[in-house]
């Protein structure tokens, strides 16, 4: 089945009243009724046409009513035509570029400040919280792996990756293995595989494993193959980020309740949700944008999360982003966000 016939999509004159509703309703934050929107349109059309739009555009769920007003507000679906195809993005001027520019350069010295002068400026320049990842290292290193048996065919992996940073895991076999047997297989994997990459400890095993299949007992080549799925999604303990303006998303109505607001800073101070959701861009070309419940959490509904992956060379170190309501600029924060990466990027490369 097409896009287009699972999702309809309006006439010229539908998707140009979607376009000026979502431009009315981000600047004002009212829902819009059929003389704003005949006005703001600057078209020759009664309301009585600009209701039966209105109505086409609310069976294709790309607006809604609210029970008290007679006007229409966008929803996620309206919201997502909107960035995909209809908003005419604005590009920082030269000005804001320098200005972004300078306080990017004035702390390229000092990663961990530079960091933070990003999460910050983005604040600043969108007026709403503003995220951004500690450069990760290019590579985790496997130091050392341990097994420890647990009951119920349980057994604990720890890992110590980079420098000496822990992480643990705990699988579930398909029987029990004793101490000796664990203790045997984590020598093994210690000797042949410390040091290296942990993302080619993943493919050497599953090669190594096919080579000794027949010369391997075969307790110790179930042990190594439960090994090889410890380590899938490690990610480099470094990883965390910067949230700067969190405060700023108070001021919007539509996120100002006390309840929104507090399942919101958990989700902040929590941390975990935030880096997942981040995650999720980390191989993304160019800008991602998650419109309410696109991110996949229900205490995003609410929000639209705007994040850019940002690199050095050809490895991607990190991403940045802003997160507001989904009542927000598209057309300015979007460039912001994607110009901030590129030139976050250019200050990283001439220190690499």
Do not use: W
Request: proline share 5%; aromatic share 6%.
């Amino acid at each position: 089945m097409s896009a287009e016939a699972s999702n309809p999509v309006p006439n010229d004159r539908g998707q140009h009243l979607l376009r000026v509703l979502i431009q009315t309703y981000i600047r004002d934050g009212q829902p819009v009724g059929s003389r704003t929107l005949s006005k703001d349109a600057s078209l020759d059309l009664s309301p009585a046409t600009i209701r039966n739009v209105m109505s086409d555009l609310e069976e294709m769920g790309l607006v809604s009513a609210p029970h008290t007003s007679a006007g229409r507000i966008p929803t996620p679906k309206g919201y997502r035509l909107f960035v995909d195809t209809l908003v005419r993005y604005r590009q920082p001027d030269d000005d804001e570029i320098r200005r972004i520019q300078a306080q990017i350069q004035g702390e390229s010295d000092n990663p961990e400040a530079l960091i933070g002068a990003v999460s910050n400026m983005l604040s600043e320049f969108t007026s709403m919280a503003g995220v951004v990842t500690v450069p990760r290292a290019p590579y985790v290193t496997l130091r050392q792996i341990e097994f420890l048996p647990l009951s119920e065919s349980r057994v604990l992996v720890i890992l110590v990756v980079n420098d000496r940073e822990v992480q643990n895991r705990i699988l579930h076999t398909d029987r029990d293995y004793s101490a000796s047997e664990l203790q045997q297989a984590q020598n093994y994997i210690n000797e042949h595989y410390a040091g290296i990459d942990l993302a080619q400890v993943r493919v050497s095993l599953l090669e190594d494993l096919d080579s000794t299949r027949d010369s391997m007992n075969q307790t110790m080549h179930e042990i190594i193959s439960v090994a090889q799925s410890a380590m899938d999604g490690v990610v480099d303990p470094a990883s965390k980020y910067v949230v700067a303006g969190e405060t700023n998303l108070m001021d919007f109505a539509e996120l100002s309740d006390i309840d929104t607001l507090r399942r919101l800073f958990d989700a902040f101070s929590r941390k975990r949700l935030i880096l997942d959701l981040l995650d999720r861009s980390i191989k993304a070309k160019g800008v991602q944008i998650f419109i309410g419940e696109e991110s996949g959490y229900r205490i995003f509904d609410g929000c639209s999360v705007i994040t850019a992956p940002y690199h050095v060379d050809d490895d991607t170190i990190g991403v940045l982003g802003v997160i507001g309501p989904t009542r927000m600029a598209y057309d300015r924060v979007v460039p912001i966000v994607d110009v901030t990466a590129r030139l976050l990027e250019s200050a990283l490369s001439q220190h690499s």
